[in-house]
């Protein structure tokens, strides 16, 4: 990020550093700081902001990988199952839409119901783009699609 990118995207402020040594603190400092100052917000469930972006009209995308031992898709859909939002009902009822990739011809399953829209992406892990990339082209892809208009 400190090279390539960063020459390429000309916005990022020199004094912005990613990983490496930076002003004498290893990248395990400068990740017990940034744990530390957010510390107050970890593992803390935040439902109802979803639940309010939703009811606001914006857009939610979940996704999840069904291997991903972090974040569990078992644990994701029973909190998105607590939604109270007013699309709530439909969206629980509406069908997984099965998806596939030129590799997978089952990728995985979405699920949407007006600015609600959940993947879930097999053989993915906590990082889906890096386990699945197809499936995460093919969700970006997707999320254009649906929200374009």
Request: with cysteine.
């Amino acid at each position: 990020m400190d090279t390539t990118v960063r020459d390429k995207l000309g916005i990022i402020p020199d004094s912005v550093k990613f990983g490496g040594i930076w002003q004498k603190r290893s990248v395990a400092a400068q990740s017990n700081a940034v744990f530390n100052f957010q510390s107050e917000d970890f593992m803390k469930p935040n439902w109802d902001t979803v639940d309010a972006l939703l009811k606001n009209g914006t857009n939610v995308i979940v996704y999840n990988g069904n291997q991903d031992l972090i974040c569990d898709s078992v644990g994701t859909e029973m909190w998105m199952a607590r939604l109270t939002w007013p699309g709530m009902a439909s969206f629980k009822t509406a069908a997984k839409v099965k998806f596939g990739t030129k590799s997978f011809p089952l990728a995985g399953f979405k699920k949407r119901h007006e600015n609600l829209s959940f993947y879930l992406i097999l053989r993915g892990g906590h990082m889906v783009a890096y386990d699945t990339p197809e499936a995460a082209v093919h969700i970006v892809q997707q999320i254009l699609k649906d929200y374009s208009s």
